[in-house]
């Protein structure tokens, strides 16, 4: 007789607090998974199951962070300093590109420190912002589910061709590799011709992918599509990126965001200075389009509030994201979710962890994978130790959110990361 594999065994992990996140909370709950599948969550052990206790710890759904820019993983710290402008921002970040006083990394090197980090954050589903092209070769690859956004960064008619055939073939690319999702990144206004953005969004219908799109970021962007002046007109002009009349002046975010509904999926990232009639906007269009806050890297600049409740009460889909350490001190997304819980004391804790986990799944168009602890879903787990000493009734949420609880393991598709 043959041993049965771990593939084939029925594994049933207890904790103090299963969180299925589509489900309430669950008291000393199980899951049980199959290979790289759930097959049961609840209470009981289902019959035939090998039971393990993982003790005082909280079971979550493995995170999923649906916008960062793994390629700056290797930085300390965020460049420059907090509240500082974000065109200087901006200029700093274009010039640790290829800055041979201050030599970087491999960008492959980066991204599997990010993806590291990210493991270790519990982090199991990642939607990155892949400038450098794709980095296929890394092993590290398999052991997190990425959404590789191919982005385009050019004003110039000149390039369009150029920029449509790179993102195609990156996405052949990824399609023959099977491994990493392929997906299409348009940077941002004052980086994208607008003709270009279209031809871009038309790409992702015709390939079925999400586009993701830097939008409403910062007022420096508000004024440049406005009036076609202020600092960031004055600095893509100094560095001859800037062509005159290629925004027409009264440009809005809503002009991009009714190009970007077209897409079968889009992510609106940022979203800091959306209007109620563009809220309004993005609340309809909810099917297909999501907004991605990144709280902490909004701190950073010093932005005014973000809509977040605004968002919400239109009915609008909104995950957190970490973006990338270029602005933001870590890739731990749990910290995001816990300063918007401290932050936003009128959203309730369970809606915030959804942020991070299945609003997130959905923005990516992976929620019938991940996202949510469900017979059928992909075994990824963020396992959380709890604060000790606390009751059996104390609020769970208030603990994953309020107290700091590390991640102690990780699971992808049923494997101990
Ligand atoms: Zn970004």
Redesign the pocket.
């Known amino acids: 007789m043959m041993a049965s594999s771990a593939g084939d065994r029925l594994l049933a992990y207890r904790a103090r607090w299963v969180i299925p996140v589509a489900l309430p909370p669950l008291a000393g709950g199980c899951v049980a998974m199959r290979g790289a599948r759930i097959e049961y969550v609840g209470i009981s052990v289902p019959d035939g199951a090998e039971l393990v206790d993982l003790g005082d710890v909280a079971l979550l759904p493995g995170l999923v962070n649906p916008?960062t820019?793994l390629e700056f993983s290797d930085l300390a710290c965020p460049l420059g300093r907090a509240g500082m402008s974000f065109t200087a921002w901006i200029a700093l970040v274009t010039a640790s590109r290829g800055n041979a006083e201050q030599p970087r990394p491999a960008p492959a090197e980066s991204i599997a420190l990010g993806l590291a980090e990210s493991r270790a954050a519990g982090v199991t589903t990642v939607g990155d912002?892949a400038t450098a092209g794709w980095q296929l070769s890394h092993a590290d690859a398999a052991a997190t589910d990425v959404t590789a956004f191919a982005e385009v960064i050019t004003l110039s008619a000149l390039r369009f061709a150029e920029a449509l055939d790179r993102v195609r073939r990156n996405m052949d690319d990824a399609a023959a590799i099977g491994m990493w999702r392929g997906a299409i990144c348009p940077h941002a206004p004052y980086t994208v011709h607008p003709e270009l953005f279209a031809k871009l969004v038309n790409l992702g219908t015709e390939r079925g992918v999400a586009v993701a799109f830097?939008l409403a970021e910062s007022a420096d962007e508000l004024e440049m599509m406005r009036d076609n002046a202020g600092p960031l007109i004055d600095y893509l002009t100094s560095r001859g990126f800037w062509i005159p009349g290629s925004i027409p002046c009264g440009t809005r975010p809503l002009d991009y965001l009714r190009v970007l509904a077209r897409a079968p999926r889009s992510l609106v990232?940022h979203g800091n200075l959306l209007d109620d009639e563009e809220i309004a906007f993005v609340a309809a269009q909810r099917e297909r389009m999501s907004v991605v806050y990144?709280p902490r890297t909004h701190a950073y600049f010093d932005h005014p509030p973000h809509p977040l409740p605004k968002l919400l009460a239109a009915g609008a889909r909104v995950a957190l994201g970490t973006?990338?350490r270029v602005s933001n001190p870590d890739l731990n997304l749990l910290a995001e979710a816990s300063y918007v819980d401290c932050e936003f004391q009128s959203i309730a804790p369970a809606d915030v962890l959804a942020m991070i986990t299945l609003r997130a799944a959905e923005a990516l168009g992976l929620a019938a994978e991940v996202g949510s602890l469900e017979p059928g879903k992909r075994a990824d787990l963020a396992v959380l130790a709890l604060p000790t000493g606390r009751s059996e009734s104390a609020d769970p949420y208030e603990a994953i959110l309020g107290s700091d609880c590390p991640v102690v393991r990780t699971m992808h598709a049923g494997a101990w990361v």
């Open positions: 916008h820019h912002i830097h990232i990144c973006d990338g």
